[in-house]
C-alpha cells in the first residue's frame, strides 16, 4: 500500500499532490474525530438483514413486504421457553407467515431465521433474558444434547433456513459449556442443511475464550444508553469502533454482522423510560410543534417534551441520518453485515437510504 502510494505521488503534479495529501489527512482526522480505526479495502459485499418481532408483526411483515428486495435475510423473533425448558415458536410465527416464506423471485428468497430468546413465559409473568434456563439447558452434556435435538426438530418442523441464538446474560461460569453447546448445535443443524446463527452481546467477559469457527455471529451495538441510564445515544461510531476491536481480537471480525437498532428511548423526570419507534417520536414531536436537534457526531435527534401527566421528558431516537453514520461506522471497522433491529414503525427515508448505499449487496437464496 506505502510503495503504491508513493508510486502515485510521484506521478502527480505539485497541485495533485496537495489535494491528494489534504484528502487523506481530513480522512485521518474524521476517523479520529469520531474513534473509528479504519481496515483495509475489502471486496466482500455486505449482507443486509432484519428482524420482525412477534408483538408487532403486522407492522414488520408489511414493511417487509414493501421492502423485502433490500434483505438478504430475515430473522423472526421469536421462540421462547415454557417452566419445563420446553421451546415454543410465538403465536404468531406458529403458522408459517405466507408472505415471508413464499416470496420467490428470480434471484430467489432471503434466508429465514428463528431467533430463539431465553425468555421464560408462563400464565404468570415473563422472566426476560433468564441466565437460569441457560444453566439447566446446559449444565451437563446430556441435557444439552437433547436441547439440540429439540433445536434441530424445531428447525426442520418450520422449515426454515436457520436457527438464531440470543442467549443472553448468561453466567460467566456456564459460558465454556454455551461454546461447545453452540459448536455441536452447528454441527447437527448443519447435517440436517439447517444454519446456525448466534447473537452475542458486546461485554468483553463473552470474547475472553476463543469462540467456534463456521457460525454466523452478530454483535449487538445498541443501548449504550437505555432503560438502565439516563438519556443519550443507542450508539456511536466510537462504541462501534471498541466492539470492532474485541471482536477482531476474538478472529471473528470478518465473518461477524453488526445488529444496529431502530427508534428511540423517552426518559421522563419521574424515572420511567420507554422505548419508541421512529414514527411515535416524530408524532410526538410533529404533535408539540418541537423541533428536534441532531446530536454529534453519532446524528440522533434529541428534544425535551412535556407528557400528559405534566412531568417532562427527553427523547432521543434515529432516523435514516443516523442509521447511515453508524452504518458508514460499522463499515469502516470492518463488519460483514448490517442486520436492522428492526421492521415495524420506521420512515421510508431509511429503506430509501439502505437501497442507494453502493456496498450493499445481494447474497440471495438460489431456488
Request: charged share 25%.
Amino acid at each position: 500500500m506505502g510503495r503504491t502510494l508513493l508510486s502515485i505521488l510521484k506521478l502527480l503534479g505539485n497541485q495533485a499532490r496537495v489535494r491528494l495529501a489534504l484528502v487523506l489527512i481530513c480522512s485521518m482526522v474524521l476517523c479520529a474525530c469520531e474513534g473509528i480505526t479504519p481496515v483495509r479495502e475489502n471486496s466482500t459485499p455486505l449482507t443486509l438483514g432484519a428482524w420482525i418481532v412477534d408483538w408487532d408483526a403486522a407492522c414488520g411483515i408489511e414493511e417487509w413486504g414493501e421492502h423485502q428486495q433490500l434483505f438478504d435475510r430475515v430473522h423472526l423473533f421469536g421462540a421462547y421457553f415454557n417452566n419445563n425448558g420446553e421451546i415454543f415458536p410465538a403465536p404468531n410465527w406458529s403458522c408459517r407467515p405466507e408472505k415471508i416464506f413464499d416470496l420467490k423471485d428470480h434471484t430467489g428468497r432471503p434466508l429465514v431465521f428463528l431467533t430463539v430468546v431465553n425468555d421464560v413465559v408462563s400464565s404468570a409473568k415473563i422472566t426476560q433474558k433468564d441466565p437460569n434456563i441457560v444453566h439447566r439447558l446446559l449444565s451437563a452434556p446430556d441435557l444439552r444434547r437433547r436441547h439440540i435435538r429439540e433445536l434441530v426438530a424445531l428447525g426442520e418442523r418450520m422449515e426454515i433456513d436457520g436457527i438464531e441464538i440470543d442467549y443472553e446474560n448468561v453466567a460467566e461460569t456456564d459460558w465454556p459449556g454455551f461454546l461447545d453447546f453452540i459448536a455441536a448445535l452447528n454441527v447437527s443443524l448443519s447435517s440436517n442443511n439447517i444454519r446456525l446463527s448466534v447473537v452475542l452481546q458486546p461485554q468483553r467477559k463473552y470474547f475472553k475464550m476463543p469462540l467456534p469457527k463456521g457460525i454466523d455471529y452478530t454483535v449487538m451495538a445498541y443501548n449504550l444508553y437505555g432503560r438502565h441510564s439516563g438519556p443519550g445515544p443507542k450508539a456511536t461510531p466510537s462504541f462501534i469502533s471498541d466492539i470492532a476491536r474485541m471482536v477482531s481480537n476474538a478472529g471473528i471480525l470478518e465473518t461477524c454482522a453488526l445488529a444496529l437498532a431502530t427508534g428511540g428511548f423517552e426518559w421522563s423526570e419521574s424515572g420511567g423510560t420507554v422505548g419508541l419507534t421512529e414514527n411515535k417520536a416524530v408524532e410526538i414531536a410533529r404533535h408539540q410543534r418541537l423541533t428536534p436537534v441532531r446530536h454529534e457526531p453519532d446524528g440522533y435527534l434529541v428534544f425535551r417534551h412535556q407528557k400528559e401527566n405534566g412531568r417532562d421528558a427527553e427523547i432521543w431516537y434515529a432516523d435514516a441520518e443516523t442509521l447511515r453514520r453508524l452504518r458508514q461506522a460499522a463499515e469502516m471497522t470492518g463488519f460483514r453485515g448490517i442486520y436492522i433491529w428492526r421492521l415495524g414503525g420506521n420512515l421510508p427515508e431509511l429503506f430509501t437510504m439502505l437501497n442507494h448505499e453502493p456496498f450493499i449487496g445481494k447474497i440471495r437464496r438460489k431456488k
